[in-house]
């Protein structure tokens, strides 16, 4: 009885296609936040869990409501992407492949799960994963804000009163010079927020409106941000506080002006969301409030 039982189990494991997509899901973001890791991307592997997250939470809501019905051919689609995927992954993996990754992975694993019918009903968690990439892979090619950068960081020092003098990309202020180098333009935090826009855009935007400015807000924030902290540098420099620039530019300091941009650019969503729940229920806080006069 004991040995019947246990037969039937395993045949039930088996043909449990909810267990193993899970478990090929797991191992896949396993593997994608282990490689992420090597490469020591802190952006990106924060930027990764979060969006990871973002996708199992939407796919957790509404799993028992999916079509799973697959074909052969999509599953053989699907089995073939993963295996390049496994393959490559074996080797050291470049930064567009790992970008790459989790959309692909994804896409094979919606193949496998519902077949090319019903890979619309994943459109929003591809799309997701579609943002983690799209920025990172497109807008170095489309701006290179290093010269905004030395603009913007001069004019704020000349505005707060000391006697800077741009060059270029060279800001000196006194006897000190530094020089704005693409790595200090700020393009890696614009690509972080922008990413984060995405984000925002896919699970809580309403309008085509809002969506727009909430990507160029992105963009704004994150160029501000990061002029201020060159033109603390500039300022560092200035003083001969090599030990202080070295902390700001290379250490922690750097990831707290990023903590700064992600917060305002956090606050400014949360604000957009708070709005939209009035627009959507414009009488609950009338009542509310209605309430409170009877009471």
Request: charged letters at 15%; a negative charge; glycine letters at 6%.
């Amino acid at each position: 009885m004991n040995a019947k039982a246990s037969k039937n189990s395993f045949h039930s494991l088996v043909n449990d296609v909810d267990f193993w997509l899970k478990a090929i899901a797991t191992c896949l973001a396993a593997i994608f936040l282990t490689l992420t890791w090597r490469i020591d991307d802190t952006d990106l592997l924060a930027s990764a869990l979060l969006f990871l997250a973002a996708v199992i939470s939407l796919l957790n809501d509404r799993w028992k409501t999916l079509n799973f019905q697959s074909s052969l051919f999509s599953v053989i689609i699907g089995s073939l992407i993963l295996g390049f995927l496994l393959v490559r992954s074996t080797t050291t993996p470049s930064v567009s492949f790992l970008l790459g990754f989790p959309l692909l992975a994804a896409f094979a694993l919606a193949l496998l799960a519902s077949g090319f019918k019903g890979i619309h009903q994943y459109k929003k968690e591809l799309g997701i994963l579609l943002f983690l990439a799209l920025p990172r892979l497109t807008l170095p090619l489309l701006i290179d804000p290093t010269l905004w950068t030395a603009k913007f960081s001069a004019t704020a020092l000349w505005y707060l009163g000391f006697p800077v003098v741009r060059d270029g990309l060279n800001i000196q202020i006194n006897a000190g010079i530094v020089e704005v180098y693409p790595g200090c333009s700020g393009i890696d935090s614009m690509i972080h927020l922008l990413s984060l826009s995405g984000l925002y855009i896919l699970m809580f935007a309403s309008g085509w409106l809002q969506k727009v400015l909430v990507a160029i807000a992105s963009l704004i924030i994150a160029f501000i941000v990061n002029g201020f902290r060159v033109a603390l540098m500039a300022y560092l420099v200035s003083i001969s506080n090599s030990d202080a620039f070295d902390y700001w530019h290379e250490g922690d300091g750097s990831l707290i002006f990023s903590v700064i941009a992600v917060l305002i650019f956090g606050s400014l969503c949360f604000i957009l969301m708070r709005q939209g729940e009035s627009v959507e229920h414009p009488f609950l806080d009338a009542d509310e409030q209605w309430d409170d006069m009877e009471g």
